[in-house]
């Protein structure tokens, strides 16, 4: 019994050389599709690196993100609870993660024609591991609400956070100041 038919046995005993030719052409064709297959590999491995580095930078600006939270959520801004003189409050002279949102009230209050703004720079966990710090921009709107941009040296990914304030009923800055409340964050990723 024959595994292989008549005239490929004959082509496989012939000294003509074609053989040869033949055998070098499918291996020439295996050697490309191997190759194909290997930087296919080599490429996607990159890309998982890659991926798995931007899902870190983004847990940790949000890790930030969320210890920026306490700073609005129940909290209750009154000017009437300040000292106004001549239409103005006076700007503490420093303030902490707890009174940021009162520092920015009273500059929103001060001067409503221009966002208040504050940036802060912080490094988050066991500075052994992550060295790089991340900086958050904060701006409040003359509404009172606030938009905090989280950005991290070494990638262009970004957390923005936003807190809409709910404010008293009027058309002025100083107005809305009477009393001012903060929603639930939302935030986005880029």
């Known amino acids: 019994m024959h595994i292989i038919g008549r005239k490929t046995e004959e082509k496989l005993k012939s000294k003509s050389g074609a ?27 990159g890309t998982l ?13 949000k890790s930030a993100a969320g210890l920026m939270n306490p700073s609005f959520e ?5 000017a009437s609870e300040h000292t106004i003189k001549d239409g103005q409050i006076t700007v503490p002279a420093s303030s902490t993660m707890d009174t940021l949102y009162d520092a920015l009230c009273i500059a929103t209050y001060n001067n409503s024609k221009v966002p208040a703004v504050q940036s802060i720079t912080f490094t988050l966990g066991d500075t052994s591991i992550s060295t790089a710090p991340v900086t958050a921009a904060i701006t409040m709107d003359d509404s009172y609400n606030v938009t905090v941009i989280y950005t991290k040296n070494g990638t262009a990914r970004k957390v923005t956070q936003y807190f809409s304030a ?13 009393s001012v409340t903060w929603n639930d964050p939302v935030i986005t990723i880029q």
């Not at 690196?49 to 600006?61: F, P, Q």
């Not at 129940?74 to 009154?78: A, G, P, T």
């Not at 709910?166 to 009477?178: E, L, M, P, V, Y």
């Open 19 to 45: 053989s040869l030719v033949l055998a070098l052409l499918v291996f020439l064709f295996c050697a490309m599709i191997d190759s194909t297959v290997l930087a296919a590999a080599m490429s996607s491995s």
């Open 49 to 61: 690196t890659s991926t798995w580095e931007n899902d870190r930078d983004v847990y940790l600006l």
């Open 74 to 78: 129940k909290k209750i801004w009154k």
């Open 166 to 178: 709910a404010t008293a009923d009027s058309n002025t800055t100083q107005g809305k100041g009477s």
